[in-house]
């Protein structure tokens, strides 16, 4: 699977794709199975039938990936579209750029005995929450459409771009995917503690102890 595919980015108008994928309440999601809880630069790969896995994304991306035959799926949690290097300041931190994330899930899905041709995937995120000229939320949004495209692995539900923060709960025994838009002013905090965590990783390695989701909210 190739790193290097050649994107053009450009500014998309509000886009109104994020209809391609219900806005259901996380009263639907299945929150009496155990919860994993995925932070940028991570990702997690289940076979466990009890499993949900839950992000929070501001301008980051995800993409929930399983195969159903296989019985193995996951998600990863992205902050920026790629990089040839993986480096990140002073950390070598490749699953925070996109290209190494994609690769990454992906392939842990193959090894446990997924196939390419049976994947399903569902992608989330890329939201310019802050509209402050930074589009780096639809650069994501559209580097994720880009490269499934180049790889030839088709998107069975998206939910990109737009203004809002989102929670996701996402199953991957069953493939189905609880989210929520996040429109209170109180959860801009989401998307300033993922700006001051992105910060922050530039000059300290991922070590698992900063708690992006401590809002105040439930997941």
Same mark, same amino acid.
């Given at each position: 699977?190739? /790193?290097?595919?050649?994107?053009?980015?450009?500014?998309? +108008?509000?886009? @109104? @794709?994020?209809?391609?994928?219900?806005?259901?309440?996380?009263?639907?999601?299945?929150?009496?199975?155990?919860?994993? /809880?995925?932070?940028?630069?991570?990702?997690?790969?289940?076979?466990?039938?009890?499993?949900?896995?839950?992000?929070?994304?501001? $301008?980051?991306? $995800?993409?929930?990936?399983?195969?159903?035959?296989?019985?193995?799926?996951?998600? #990863?949690?992205?902050?920026?579209?790629?990089?040839?290097?993986?480096?990140?300041?002073?950390?070598?931190? $490749?699953?925070?750029?996109?290209?190494?994330?994609?690769?990454?899930?992906?392939?842990?899905?193959?090894? @446990?005995?997924?196939?390419?041709? &049976?994947?399903?995937?569902?992608?989330?995120?890329?939201? #310019?929450?802050?509209? #402050?000229? &930074? #589009?780096?939320?639809?650069?994501? %949004?559209?580097?994720?459409? &880009?490269?499934? +495209?180049?790889? @030839?692995?088709?998107? $069975? %539900?998206?939910?990109?771009?737009?203004?809002?923060?989102? /929670?996701?709960?996402?199953?991957?025994?069953?493939?189905?995917? %609880?989210?929520?838009?996040?429109? /209170?002013? &109180?959860?801009?905090?989401?998307?300033?503690?993922?700006?001051?965590?992105?910060?922050?990783?530039?000059?300290?390695?991922?070590?698992?102890?900063?708690?992006?989701?401590?809002?105040?909210?439930?997941?």
């Amino acid at each position: 699977m190739s /790193r290097g595919h050649a994107l053009s980015y450009c500014q998309p +108008a509000f886009d @109104r @794709r994020s209809a391609a994928f219900p806005v259901v309440s996380l009263e639907e999601a299945p929150l009496e199975l155990t919860k994993v /809880r995925v932070l940028p630069g991570e990702h997690h790969v289940t076979d466990d039938p009890g499993r949900t896995i839950v992000t929070v994304l501001g $301008s980051c991306v $995800s993409a929930c990936i399983r195969d159903h035959a296989a019985e193995v799926g996951g998600m #990863n949690h992205f902050m920026l579209p790629q990089s040839e290097s993986g480096d990140w300041g002073e950390a070598t931190a $490749s699953l925070r750029y996109g290209n190494f994330a994609m690769e990454r899930l992906i392939n842990d899905i193959l090894v @446990r005995g997924g196939r390419r041709n &049976s994947l399903e995937i569902k992608v989330f995120g890329g939201a #310019n929450v802050l509209q #402050n000229g &930074s #589009n780096i939320g639809w650069l994501n %949004a559209q580097f994720v459409e &880009s490269y499934l +495209a180049a790889e @030839r692995l088709p998107i $069975s %539900a998206r939910h990109l771009y737009g203004i809002y923060p989102r /929670r996701i709960h996402y199953v991957p025994s069953t493939g189905k995917v %609880a989210m929520l838009e996040l429109r /209170r002013q &109180s959860d801009l905090m989401i998307v300033e503690t993922e700006e001051s965590y992105g910060q922050m990783l530039k000059t300290t390695p991922l070590d698992g102890s900063a708690e992006l989701f401590d809002t105040g909210t439930p997941l």
